[in-house]
């Protein structure tokens, strides 16, 4: 079975970069999918982030394209989120996903809070 | 900017039937969007009920199904029960731009 578990900070404050890492577990990274982040602000809807292949390969929402940075460790199976500049409005569950042209498993999501 | 359209809030009563509806506000939704469906409940990471349209997922009960309704994808609850009662997301597959786009979301009430 597949699992993913974030982690990282669940408190940043404004103007500075969001960190998380997901860590994959019963698949490995190298062996394909894409590997994404998704976010939902508190009360509201879910929000592509952006994905990663295996190879490197990036697909960002071009919302937050240029704050958002994904990239891969196939050695430890994970892969990484920074979101640079970030504001309050940034303040969401932060969910890992593997996905292809669907998102079938998910992380259990991390609470980021940006605060000062 | 395309945006993807789902029902604020549906209600059903137990052992009815809902259809919950996924369109676009340009153009409509195809095979080639790959629609899949979300179940979310509170406090807890999205579930994948159906993918590629009508495909479901392992271990979801046979009263999900997803289907085409006019130019819009559709998730529909067969029996409903009090447990369904929660959010409900679709995402489709665009291929460029912003590869994949979530819908507003529905919240289902059942009573």
């Known amino acids: 079975q597949v699992q993913l578990q974030e982690s990282g900070p669940g408190l940043v404050r404004p103007s500075e970069t969001l960190s998380l890492t997901c860590d994959v577990s019963?698949?490995?990274?190298?062996?394909?999918?894409?590997w994404g982040w998704i976010r939902q602000p508190p009360g509201k809807g879910l929000e592509y982030i952006g994905s990663?292949?295996?190879?490197?390969?990036?697909d960002y929402n071009p919302s937050l394209n240029s704050r958002v940075t994904i990239s891969v460790d196939t050695a430890k199976n994970q892969f990484s989120l920074r979101l640079s500049s970030v504001t309050a409005a940034d303040t969401a569950v932060y969910y890992c996903a593997r996905l292809q042209l669907d998102f079938d498993f998910w992380g259990q999501g991390t609470l980021v809070t940006v605060s000062s | 900017q395309t945006v993807v359209t789902q029902e604020p809030s549906i209600s059903v009563s137990p052992g009815g039937t809902v259809t919950l509806t996924c369109g676009l506000t340009s153009g409509s939704v195809t095979t080639s969007h790959y629609p899949s469906w979300y179940q979310q409940t509170p406090g807890q990471a999205p579930r994948m009920l159906i993918y590629?349209?009508?495909t479901r997922s392992s271990g979801v009960p046979d009263r999900f199904s997803g289907s085409f309704l006019g130019n819009k994808a559709a998730l529909t609850i067969t029996g409903a029960q009090p447990d369904d009662e929660c959010d409900y997301y679709c995402v489709l597959y665009m291929g460029s731009g912003i590869s994949w786009v979530f819908g507003g979301g529905t919240k289902l009430t059942v009573l």
């Open positions: 019963g698949y490995s990274i190298s062996s394909g999918y894409y």
């Open positions: 590629s349209t009508n």
């Open positions: 990663i292949y295996r190879g490197g390969r990036t």
